[in-house]
Nanobody
């Protein structure tokens, strides 16, 4: 199991940018696919971005494609989410997640380890 701690959330105006970070500890960061998910009040958790371990392949839903960029620094055991052109509908708690086993989730992995989340609020 890997422990994940998100940071970087906050309150911003529409159109602004924000970068989230996720620090991993415990089991080695290597070999894990990583992802970002979000959950708004009263809504189900939704996928935001994912990145593989070796090739660095990425995946995004249409709602954030072109605005959000996921990246990872394996030497620092840290995952990032650069969010540009933020919209009020991006308001949610953002969670990072780690996946070691193949499954039905983004990039074909099963995301089992989760952080506690960081709040992102975008005002109009």
């Amino acid at each position: 199991q890997v422990q994940l701690v998100e940071s970087g959330g906050g309150l911003v105006q529409a159109g602004a940018s924000l970068t989230l970070s996720c620090a991993a500890s415990g089991r080695t960061f290597s070999g894990y696919a990583m992802g970002w998910f979000r959950q708004a009040p009263g809504k189900e958790r939704e996928f935001v971005a994912a990145i593989s371990w070796i090739v660095g392949s990425t995946q995004y839903p249409d709602s954030v494609k072109g605005r959000f960029t996921i990246s990872r620094d394996n030497a620092k055991n840290t995952l990032y989410l650069q969010m540009n052109s933020l919209k009020p509908e991006d308001t949610a708690v953002y969670y990072c997640a780690a996946a070691r086993n193949y499954g039905l989730g983004p990039l074909g992995y099963e995301y089992n380890d989760w952080g506690q989340g960081t709040q992102v609020t975008v005002s109009s």
